[in-house]
Nanobody, 119 residues
């Protein structure tokens, strides 16, 4: 089992930046990849970005590509999401997740961290 704890959320004005962190503990040697998802009020959870733990291959949703950057520090078992040029529509609870194989769903989730972007 992998435990995930997010941090770094908060209130920021449009155009500003935030960096989210996701610290993993437990059976971290089983992690194949980590990802960030978000859920805005009244909307379904949506994929934001993902990173492969070995090699660092990344992927992004079209809505954040060019503005957000996912990275990882494997020595610290931590993933990051650098969010720049934030927009009010980025307001959501952000969750990190991990999976142990590219063939499996993300099965470990953090508790979420609120990001609010004011206009």
């Amino acid at each position: 089992q992998v435990q995930l704890v997010e941090s770094g959320g908060g209130l920021v004005q449009a155009g500003g930046s935030l960096r989210l962190s996701c610290a993993a503990s437990g059976r971290t040697f089983t992690i194949y990849g980590m990802a960030w998802f978000r859920q805005a009020p009244g909307k379904e959870r949506e994929f934001v970005a993902a990173i492969r733990w070995t090699g660092g291959t990344t992927s992004y949703s079209n809505s954040v590509k060019g503005r957000f950057t996912i990275s990882s520090d494997n020595a610290k078992n931590t993933a990051y999401l650098q969010m720049n040029s934030l927009k009010p529509e980025d307001t959501a609870v952000y969750y990190c997740a991990s999976r142990s194989s590219v063939l499996l769903q993300y099965n470990s989730w953090g508790q979420g961290t609120q990001v609010t972007v004011s206009s």
